[in-house]
């Protein structure tokens, strides 16, 4: 038997191409590849691999929190955690800071997870139904990398400032909208106010969630999916039952 290198589930080596647990490719070099492999390109598999085990054990921890919470939470499936490369593109968009893709690649990745593709937007049953491990993964790659300015648990801490215990209205939610930079003092939201620079953008400008100049109905991945407090309320209460505060 052996162990996957990611989460350690044993195996028998040529038996399957992917770890039934994490989903992680197994399958083995080639006899013929033996002692042929450029330096370069092993170096390049290590870094994966010391990506992946990261993401696994974020996740981890991300379950345990949601149990700890009384959720119920289920080992994620093999398909989820297949994507572990996905993430890795949106950790690579934000290390080099590119802001935009990064924001784009958000709406992606998100799409992708809640199988809205075709849609192109997430409804509010969609949204409340979203794997917080997800949510989760997505936050604390835009906060570790912008440094504590950009990501949902800064746009939530940022509304519930706004909003504090009292009932939100319109004005708190223009206000909210005013004070991470999407909305103009002439009342205009979105626009050109876009500002894909960490050190010039308003906290919590990013995520958004807008792909070329169609803002999506993606309100969880930047509060988008269309215009309205109802859904920036509902976003908020989902963000608080996954412990994204």
Partial sequence: MTGCPVCQTEYIEGRINCCSRCGWDVTPYPSTFSGQIPEAFLQKEQ?????????????QVCQGQLVQAGMNCQS??????????????????????????ADRETVILMLKT?????????????????PCEVLHIIDKLWVQYSHGRFGFSVQ???????AGDSNPDQKTYEKFGEMVGWR???????????????????????????IGDIALAVRVAGWLGGFGLERIVAISSKLDACGIK
């Fill in 47 to 59: 870094a994966k691999l010391a990506w992946a085990r990261k993401v696994w054990e974020s996740l």
């Fill in 76 to 101: 994620p499936a093999p398909e989820g955690l297949s994507r572990l490369q996905e993430f890795r593109i949106l950790e690579a968009f934000l290390e080099d800071g590119r802001w935009k893709d």
């Fill in 114 to 130: 809640a199988k809205r593709e075709k849609q192109g937007y997430m409804n509010i049953e969609s949204l409340r139904k979203f």
């Fill in 156 to 162: 939530n801490r940022i509304w519930k400032k706004i």
């Fill in 184 to 210: 103009g003092k002439n009342g205009l939201w979105y626009g050109d106010l876009l500002i894909f620079d960490v050190k010039k953008a308003p906290q919590g400008h990013l995520p958004l969630g807008r």
